[in-house]
């Protein structure tokens, strides 16, 4: 698979974790690609820690708006009856669990269900932004990520990187498969039927638990 089929396999899967009526809020990158993938009649709302409640589609280019940018900085339009406040409300509505679904990228996740999607200044990102917010705040945590990087398995025994925050990730969704956090490790619920579970467990650092009844991802 290229790199966008990638993106879109795992858009696709994640969509389909979202139910009608959730807040939900999406990390920078991939994840933003998820809403072009809703089940027909599923209707979210969308919320970006920057200070927004109800964010529409990704507007036409030449008709952007220079004020309204999601956390990313990336253009986006209202919806009607959307909202646009400060940040304090914004993580107001984070922290005090109101968001059902966060959906992350990740740079390195482990069988613990630790997330590192940040490092120091001089690295990959200056900082963690509301990420540790969102991971201790949100009732659901799932990553959408692909699967390696540069050959390198990112899903790891334990994330060598600094943390976002411990023991928070419910749910791995990869262009492989999908993956869930469990108290014995963790899970391949579904795999992406282009791949076998050798595949998925020679790209993959931690030990991958195998059900008997595992599923295709589609």
Same mark, same amino acid.
């Given at each position: 698979?290229?790199?966008? *089929?990638?993106?879109?396999?795992?858009? #696709?899967?994640?969509?389909?974790?979202?139910?009608?009526?959730?807040?939900?809020?999406?990390?920078?990158?991939?994840?933003?690609?998820?809403?072009?993938?809703? &089940? %027909?009649?599923?209707?979210?709302?969308? *919320?970006?820690?920057?200070?927004?409640?109800? /964010? +529409?589609?990704?507007?036409?280019?030449?008709?952007?708006?220079?004020?309204?940018?999601?956390?990313?900085?990336?253009? $986006?339009?209202? /919806?009607?009856?959307?909202?646009?406040?400060?940040?304090?409300?914004? !993580?107001?509505?984070? #922290?005090?669990? @109101?968001?059902?679904?966060?959906?992350? +990228?990740?740079?390195?996740?482990?069988?613990? +269900?630790?997330?590192?999607?940040?490092?120091?200044?001089?690295?990959?990102?200056?900082?963690?932004?509301?990420?540790?917010?969102?991971?201790?705040?949100?009732?659901?945590?799932?990553?959408?990520?692909?699967?390696?990087?540069?050959?390198?398995?990112?899903?790891?025994?334990?994330?060598?990187?600094?943390?976002?925050?411990? @023991?928070?990730?419910?749910?791995?969704?990869?262009?492989?498969?999908?993956?869930?956090?469990?108290?014995?490790?963790?899970?391949?619920? %579904?795999?992406? &039927?282009? !791949?076998?579970?050798?595949?998925?467990?020679?790209?993959?650092?931690?030990?991958?638990?195998?059900?008997?009844? $595992?599923? &295709?991802?589609?």
């Amino acid at each position: 698979m290229d790199k966008n *089929q990638i993106r879109e396999v795992i858009a #696709r899967r994640c969509a389909k974790e979202l139910k009608d009526g959730f807040v939900v809020n999406l990390g920078i990158g991939l994840p933003t690609l998820i809403p072009n993938y809703l &089940p %027909e009649g599923v209707k979210v709302v969308l *919320q970006s820690e920057n200070g927004l409640l109800g /964010l +529409g589609p990704t507007p036409e280019e030449g008709k952007e708006n220079k004020y309204l940018v999601n956390a990313g900085g990336g253009y $986006i339009s209202v /919806l009607p009856g959307g909202s646009i406040f400060d940040s304090s409300t914004s !993580f107001g509505i984070i #922290r005090g669990g @109101h968001v059902d679904v966060t959906i992350l +990228g990740a740079m390195q996740v482990d069988e613990q +269900g630790n997330l590192a999607n940040w490092i120091l200044p001089g690295g990959k990102t200056i900082g963690m932004g509301g990420a540790m917010d969102l991971l201790v705040g949100a009732k659901e945590v799932i990553l959408a990520m692909e699967h390696t990087a540069k050959g390198k398995p990112k899903i790891l025994k334990r994330c060598t990187l600094p943390l976002t925050a411990p @023991h928070e990730v419910d749910m791995i969704v990869t262009e492989m498969g999908v993956m869930k956090i469990t108290p014995d490790g963790i899970v391949l619920s %579904e795999i992406n &039927p282009e !791949f076998t579970v050798d595949q998925v467990q020679q790209n993959t650092e931690a030990t991958l638990i195998i059900p008997s009844d $595992i599923k &295709p991802m589609f």
